[in-house]
Nanobody
Framework: QVQLVESGGGLVQTGESLRLSCVSS??????????MSWYRRAPGKERELVAT???????NYAESVKDRFIISRNNAAHTVYLQMNSLKPEDTGVYYC???????WGQGTLVTVSS
């Protein structure tokens, strides 16, 4: 059973940046062939897809974060990152790492952006 562990959340002000990390328990040989995603759940809202990165490095983003967030991966470290720039109060929520193939979720990391 794969485990995903997120970190990097915190309290920041509008316009600041944060970088989230998600470490997979998969060995590198298996991690490198997994598509990985970041989701978030804002207070009182449904969980939404934020960004996805494929094994070849192709990226997709939600319209609300395009041009501000960057998803990346380090296969040797079996880690996926989410660089979040120009943060807004509406980015506040719990951010989850997800491995779509297995349906595995991390425990989430809280991001709070104050105005």
């Amino acid at each position: 059973q794969v485990q995903l562990v997120e970190s990097g959340g915190g309290l920041v002000q509008t316009g600041e940046s944060l970088r989230l990390s998600c470490v997979s328990s998969h060995p590198t040989s298996f991690f490198r062939v997994q598509t990985m995603s970041w989701y978030r759940r804002a207070p009182g809202k449904e969980r939404e897809l934020v960004a996805t990165i494929t094994t070849s490095g192709s990226r997709n983003y939600a319209e609300s974060v395009k041009d501000r967030f960057i998803i990346s991966r380090n296969n040797a470290a079996h880690t996926v990152y989410l660089q979040m720039n120009s943060l807004k109060p509406e980015d506040t929520g719990v951010y989850y790492c997800n491995e779509p193939l297995s349906g595995t979720w991390g425990q989430g990391t809280l991001v709070t952006v104050s105005s």
